[in-house]
């Protein structure tokens, strides 16, 4: 009889184990841009950090800046660390600004690829969305600093704009506007 609590009791723990990260799971894979800034805001708090690569451009932490004001949140010193600076990019939500050759926290989320300009095309930046563990990350990232800062500017110009879907893509430059099309 003392097995069968144990044995229910177990099944009991697995479920509700199961539903948590069912809720989880479905919660992350409903989150869309068209919801920026959240989750990185949360009851007009800060939920986040935004990580620059230590050898980034000086325009990446421009992006970062700008991004970090239009959220509206004062800017501390702890809001915007070096890629250096985390242990785990697991342990919060995270803004990555900048891509794999510049932001080891961009290599990362994008699996460590063997080549770190492989998915990204001359004036072309992405602005995507990652399941990171119980957390949310945003990579806003280009070929070169200037196709970064272009995306960062879509996000400072958020309500400018239809974001939808986990993943966008900016084309374009800073001088003449951008053109967004939704990845499927």
């Known amino acids: ?13 697995y479920t509700i184990a199961i539903m948590i990260f069912t809720a989880s799971a479905i919660a992350i894979k409903n989150l869309d841009l068209a919801e920026y800034p959240k989750p990185f805001i949360d009851r007009d708090m800060l939920n986040s950090i935004i990580v620059v690569g230590e050898n980034a451009h000086t325009g990446d932490m ?16 702890t809001i915007i660390v070096l890629d250096t600076e985390i242990d785990n ?4 939500n995270i803004i990555v600004v900048g891509g794999p050759c510049v932001n080891m926290a961009a290599a990362e ?14 004036g072309k930046a992405k602005i995507k969305l990652f399941d990171n ?3 949310i990350a ?3 990232a280009g070929y070169s600093v ?15 704009y239809n974001l939808t879907g986990n993943e966008i893509d900016v084309a374009g430059t800073i001088l003449h506007g951008f053109i967004i099309e939704p990845v499927e």
């Open 109 to 122: 989320l994008l699996g460590w690829p063997l080549k770190c300009d492989q998915d990204f095309e001359p």
């Open 138 to 140: 945003l990579l806003v």
């Open 146 to 160: 200037y196709d970064t800062t272009m995306a960062c500017g879509v996000l400072v110009n958020h309500a400018d």
């Open 89 to 92: 990019i697991k342990d919060q």
């Open 62 to 77: 421009i992006g970062a800046f700008d991004i970090a004001r239009t959220i509206g949140l004062p800017i501390e010193s």
């Open 1 to 13: 009889m003392v097995t069968g609590k144990k044995i229910r009791s177990i099944i009991f723990f």
């Open 133 to 135: 563990g119980n957390n």
